[in-house]
């Protein structure tokens, strides 16, 4: 995720509990996206779909307060 943010994604991670949490649940979910897009499993797609609709979601939030952490350093 965002490999030329990484500097801030750990500054902001380790300075704010609720972004840290937001970045792990990125992490899981891609972790859980993996596992639903391998899987057998009746409703396995419908299981891939929710997780990248959530993955969306949570890139979109974790890349809004990246934009607002980088303003503010820049002021």
Do not use: H
């Amino acid at each position: 995720m965002l490999p030329d943010q990484k500097v801030s994604i750990d500054r902001l991670a380790g300075q704010d509990s609720e972004f840290l949490a937001l970045c792990d649940d990125y992490d899981a979910c891609v972790d859980a996206l993996q596992y639903w897009g391998n899987s057998e499993e009746p409703g396995a797609e419908t299981r891939a779909g929710e997780y990248r609709d959530l993955i969306g979601t949570l890139f979109e939030e974790i890349t809004q307060i990246l934009e607002k952490y980088t303003k503010r350093r820049q002021e």
